[in-house]
């Protein structure tokens, strides 16, 4: 498992481990593709939160979903309780096709919310990309042209740097 905060460098790993010959499997890209309009896990998101998750194309409206649950523990629960299963299921099957097509193959899960969403007793190592939290906000404000605000929120409903730390075999440090 590759782990890290938001704006940790995961994805630079992630790319770099593939063109070794990994097979990256993506949480954020799966939660992406069950989160299009037409799918059990979007209908259950607007259930949820409302017509106003819905931008007016007809996909998901993540800043909208993200100021609605990134202060409010309650409602990221909530969010939590349907999207975590769902990417559960579908990494496993994943893992699985990756390992028919190549029982030897090196598949790395490309995830955020290890601790929160996984735990860590499936992997055979968990690697920690690391930046402490003040890299990893300026990059999103920088980067991703979020507010300070926004950024910081997003890093406060994830592990802490010492919760993800610990979890480590491996830490990179990507600041």
């Not at 059990?40 to 007016?56: K, L, N, R, S, T």
């Not at 999103?140 to 979020?146: T, Y």
């Not at 929120?153 to 830490?171: C, K, N, Y």
């Amino acid at each position: 498992a590759l782990t890290g905060g938001i704006a940790s460098g995961k994805s630079t790993i992630a790319r770099r481990l593939a063109e070794h010959g990994a097979v990256v499997v993506d949480a954020d890209r799966t939660v992406r593709e069950l989160q299009e309009p037409g799918r059990p896990v979007f209908e259950q998101i607007v259930d949820a939160f409302g017509p106003g998750v819905v931008a007016p194309d007809g996909s998901l409206n993540r800043p909208a979903l993200g100021s609605i649950v990134f202060d409010d523990p309650d409602k990221l629960a909530i969010l939590n309780a349907i999207v975590h299963p769902a990417v559960r299921d579908e990494t496993q099957r994943r893992f699985r096709e990756a390992f028919a097509a190549d029982p030897d193959a090196v598949v790395v899960y490309d995830v955020p919310l290890l601790r929160e969403a996984r735990g860590t007793g499936e992997w055979d190592r968990i690697v920690v990309a690391h930046a402490p939290a003040a890299v990893r906000i300026e990059r999103m404000v920088v980067d991703r042209g979020m507010t300070r605000d926004d950024a910081a929120a997003r890093v406060r409903s994830q592990a802490s740097d010492e919760e993800r730390l610990a979890l480590a075999d491996v830490v990179i440090d990507t600041s």
